[in-house]
């Protein structure tokens, strides 16, 4: 049974139910071996954690945004960002360029990080966070609003949202200057 107009609905409306229906996508079985199979296809196995997420959040974003125009299912949807996504990581490989620790100080917490370098940094990074900044950066990084996140971390209004997120970010990029060359290894 096709989910997809439920789900896109669902992430539509935004709040509690935005994140019950990616939790479901997330989990979804077929979704998860179709996109399996591309990626083990198309480029290394062990990317498959990362470009999955990224997939889902691309994929919440485009809904969101209403790129998603609902003329296929949201899984072929899904799978073509993938695709899209493998190709990526293939001409990354092609182009890879050393990173220098400068470069690493001034990453931006969003979904256009392009070295799988620095994703390894920053995903180590964000495990020596507390568990309110690691909560609100995956907010963050999922798109949600600030009064959404708000809502979601029970905060009086998005204005503190805000500044609660400014400063886990802040946080984030210490920790990643203070600890760059552990965070390597």
């Known amino acids: ?39 083990n296809k198309m480029v290394h196995p062990g990317q498959f954690e990362d470009l999955y997420q990224d997939g889902i959040i691309i994929l919440d974003a485009n809904i969101r945004a209403g790129k998603f125009l609902e003329e296929s299912s949201i899984s072929t949807y899904f799978i073509g960002i993938l695709k899209f996504l493998c190709l990526n990581e293939q001409r990354k490989i092609k182009n890879t360029i050393p990173i220098e620790e400068s470069q690493i100080v001034n990453v931006r917490i969003e979904m256009d990080i392009e070295s ?49 997120v400014h400063l886990c970010r802040k946080k984030l990029k210490l920790v990643i200057e203070s600890k760059y060359k552990e965070l390597m290894d």
């Open 1 to 39: 049974m096709d989910k997809t107009k439920e789900w896109v609905d669902m992430i539509r409306k935004g709040g509690v139910s935005r994140t019950a229906a990616l939790s479901e996508l997330y989990k979804d079985q077929v979704m998860y071996q179709k996109a399996y199979a591309v990626i």
């Open 116 to 164: 799988a370098d620095t994703k390894s940094v920053l995903y180590k990074a964000i495990t020596l966070l507390t568990e309110k900044c690691k909560k609100l950066i995956a907010l963050y990084q999922l798109s949600y609003s600030m009064e959404e996140i708000a809502a979601q971390m029970s905060y009086a209004t998005s204005d503190v949202a805000k500044k609660e």
